[in-house]
């Protein structure tokens, strides 16, 4: 992977710019942090000592650098088409369902009666 951002960014800097607080293996490894415990980019800038948004633009010029290279490009839909393989879709129910708790009526509460009140 690294190889891959060393040549493309061997391009974005011929064109001359500013140069990264962060070198390329730290870019890499602050994505791969991103995409494991998906924290915020703010947080993850704090501890690479970046901002916020140079911590964004960070994550998606290597992001986008790595898909767009042909070892972690996705077959095309015709691909899957022409091929053998049998896929299996399996889908998943993840939505939030309201849960049922008890209403609250008079009858439930206890009341007491206090001293000094008429």
Request: net charge positive; aromatic share 8%.
């Amino acid at each position: 992977m690294v190889d891959i951002l060393r040549k493309a960014d061997g391009l974005k800097k011929s064109k001359g710019g500013r140069k990264n607080k962060l070198n390329l293996e730290e870019q890499l490894l602050m994505v791969l942090e991103y995409l494991r415990e998906y924290r915020t980019y703010f947080h993850i800038g704090q501890n690479y000592g970046i901002s916020e948004s140079s911590a964004y633009k960070a994550v998606k010029w290597v992001e986008d650098t790595l898909v767009k290279h042909a070892n972690f490009a996705l077959p095309g839909r015709k691909a899957l088409m022409k091929s053998d393989m049998n896929y299996e879709v399996v889908l998943i129910d993840a939505t939030e369902s309201p849960i049922e708790r008890p209403k609250k009526n008079k009858n439930s509460i206890i009341q007491e009666r206090r001293k000094g009140i008429h």
